[in-house]
């Protein structure tokens, strides 16, 4: 990755002005001889034990956040705080960045990231990482709720921004989920670009999602629960004209065990849903098409398959048929065979019990995930702004956090792979590049070792020589015989002496499960059961699946089954890209848009796995400052420039003074 100097530049905290000393005002407390400081690098001593004190110091007297120079950490407390009102607003407006008079607070940011849009006319991006649980969606809405109130205010302005803001419960309804570790966890990637005029008003804005976990929909672990979308549904008055029942009686929603999420109130969250797609722009119509797909996917979990053999039977509710808008025969047809085009000619053939179980599965995965794309286009056509209004954009990447389940599958090797991705990028721009430019100019310098996890991504998403992905690809699209096992067996022969990749050795090897590789993460060590990952990775579903949705009266399913369009089959279609494959495109071309930004950064921290409030487990807490790098953050800054930029901008700014 090419060093792009102008994204790379500092815009130091105001601590460092001043020299390397700590000022009285950025010391909170003193513990014996060590102080606790607002912005790391004016410790005393840059060790791992510093910093974890540090962080614990401050969360005993109820601060969250600190600084690294302009990098923010935040530890979730796992309580609400009064620190976010208008009055905390108006504090922070405008004062000098990084104001060591001042509390850390993630508005310091926000207001240096819209002062420098604003008065520089440069698109930024907010770049919020950290593992599953840390807070990371907070700290996005923070963000979004600063800006929208720091900036112009106008009777066009404010509409704009009350559809902003009101994206938020619409996103994290469809695409949020209680988890082991979260109780309200993102279950797909969301970048938005906050879009602002010639005059820094907010314009309008553009949501891209990435790879939401569909396989929540049919299955979930124990203690967790499907998308929070269909609680709420159930929790409203939507319950009875849908004719649905209690959450605990469908199969999609009752696998976790939990129905209920202590501290949420489903029935508050739908009604301040549907105030947000009301706000965004969602019509009546399209609101109540909504409603019946997830009543539909519901419906479909509860389907009995009866029979033997190719002859296969289907018991199911005939509230199904009449929600989608189809016949049951046309239903029960395209849940039973599989249609093929072989010289032009459709041949069918019935499916096993088996197959029909997956089949019904997979149609209930393809409904809702192609349902919340829908939803974001759908957002984006009622907020994005015309090209020729936008001057410059405010980026803010809130993507699902590092995870280590008890059972990992595919969708935690690619949330996994993106995390690989953003440290990589962290790497790049924090530890390596700016070494890397004093090395360029000349100054003299002392290496700081660090931890480059490039290796990691190559062994992932390399196409020559063949890496995970490659090898994926090349064993679920080959002909003749193909199993999950195969793929694992070609991971071990051609990667397995990769010091960051463990697979069985032989038949006596005890170490790890015969269908398990496990991969040394920058974040620690993760095994994956491959089981699955073929089938994931292919993504297809029938086409006689895809052909009943697309004649079902629903125009939401029209829109979203363009395939099931039967009288264009006969056409050659070129193969669609694997699921694995598309994501690491994807990730390689969201980089490749965060480089075109100058980027801040905000480190979120999980203080402990209880979700207790204002508790810090320093196990948890020094595992993670280890791998998120803040101890080697903190050096590059110590020892570095806390203000950095381009000579012709420099000149642009300053020539003045000099006549």
């Not at 790391?40 to 600084?67: F, H, P, Q, S, W």
């Not at 060591?100 to 240096?112: E, G, Q, R, V, W």
């Not at 605990?248 to 009752?254: F, G, M, V």
Request: with cysteine; proline share 3%; hydrophobic share 40%.
């Amino acid at each position: 990755m090419p060093i792009k100097r102008s994204n790379s530049m500092i815009r130091g905290s105001a601590h460092t002005v001043h020299g390397t000393h700590a000022r009285p005002e950025s010391l909170v407390m003193s513990d014996g001889p060590f102080k606790v400081v607002y912005d790391m690098i004016l410790m005393d001593e840059v060790t791992e034990d510093a910093v974890v004190r540090n962080l614990a110091g401050l969360l005993t007297k109820g601060i969250i956040y600190c600084y690294i120079g302009n990098v923010v950490v935040s530890v979730n407390p796992f309580k609400s705080l009064n620190i976010y009102d208008k009055g905390t607003i108006t504090k922070y407006r405008e004062r000098s960045s990084f104001d060591p008079k001042l509390s850390p607070h993630i508005f310091t940011l926000a207001d240096n990231v819209f002062n420098d849009l604003k008065h520089q006319g440069r698109d930024q991006v907010i770049i919020i990482s950290g593992e599953s649980g840390a807070g990371k969606t907070e700290a996005s809405k923070k963000i979004m709720q600063y800006v929208a109130a720091v900036s112009g205010s106008t009777a066009t302005v404010d509409a704009i921004k009350s559809k902003l803001l009101s994206t938020n419960p619409v996103l994290e309804a469809f695409g949020n989920a209680k988890t082991t570790r979260n109780d309200n966890s993102s279950r797909f990637g969301k970048y938005m670009d906050l879009q602002f005029n010639y005059m820094a008003d907010p314009a309008g804005g553009f949501v891209t999602t990435y790879l939401l976990e569909k396989a929540r929909v049919v299955r979930q672990a124990q203690g967790e629960r499907n998308f929070h979308v269909f609680y709420q549904l159930i929790s409203s008055g939507k319950k009875s004209t849908l004719k649905l029942q209690d959450a605990a009686k469908y199969r999609y929603l009752n696998a976790g065990g939990t129905t209920r999420v202590a501290g949420m109130n489903d029935n508050k969250e739908f009604q301040d849903m549907v105030k947000g797609l009301n706000a965004v722009g969602f019509s009546e119509d399209e609101q109540s098409e909504m409603w019946k797909i997830l009543a539909v996917v519901l419906l479909l979990g509860e389907v009995k398959v009866e029979g033997t053999g190719s002859t296969v039977a289907l018991r199911m509710d005939p509230a199904l048929g009449t929600l989608l808008g189809v016949e049951d025969s046309a239903l029960t047809a395209g849940l039973t065979n599989n249609t093929r085009v072989v010289g032009g000619q459709q041949t069918a053939s019935p499916l096993s019990r088996e197959q029909t179980q997956d089949a019904i599965d997979s149609l209930a995965k393809a409904m809702y995930q192609r349902t919340f794309m829908w939803v974001a286009q759908r957002i984006n056509q009622n907020i994005a702004a015309d090209a020729s209004e936008v001057k410059a954009v405010i980026g803010v990447l809130d993507i699902y956090g590092f995870e280590i389940f008890q059972h990992n599958s595919f969708e935690q090797f690619c949330i996994n792979y993106c995390n690989e991705s953003l440290q990589q990028l962290f790497i790049e721009l924090t530890l390596r590049a700016e070494q890397d430019e004093y090395i360029a100019e000349g100054i003299e310098w002392e290496p700081i070792e660090y931890f480059n996890n490039k290796a990691i991504c190559d062994m992932i998403d390399s196409k020559r020589p063949a890496g995970i992905v490659a090898l994926l690809d090349e064993e679920s699209i080959r002909p003749g015989e193909k199993s999950d096992v195969l793929w694992l067996e070609k991971i071990g022969k051609s990667l397995g002496s990769h010091k960051h990749l463990k697979v069985r050795q032989g038949m006596a090897d005890k170490s790890i499960g015969a269908t398990e590789f496990c991969i040394v993460h920058y974040a620690g060590d993760v095994v994956y059961d491959c089981t699955g990952f073929l089938d994931k990775n292919a993504d297809t579903l029938y086409k006689d699946l895809a052909r009943v949705m697309f004649k079902a009266s629903n125009t939401i399913l029209n829109e979203c089954f363009p395939e099931g369009d039967d009288t264009k089959w006969s056409g050659a279609t070129k193969r669609p890209p694997t699921a694995g494959r598309a994501f690491v495109d994807s990730m390689k071309s969201m980089i490749n848009l965060l480089n075109t930004k100058i980027p801040s950064y905000v480190r979120c921290i999980k203080s402990n796995d209880k979700k207790q409030p204002m508790t810090l487990n320093n196990d948890m807490l020094r595992h993670q400052v280890q791998y998120l790098g803040l101890v080697e953050n903190i050096r590059v800054r110590r020892a570095g420039f806390c203000f950095r930029q381009p000579f012709d901008e420099f000149k642009s700014r300053y020539a003045l003074l000099s006549k």
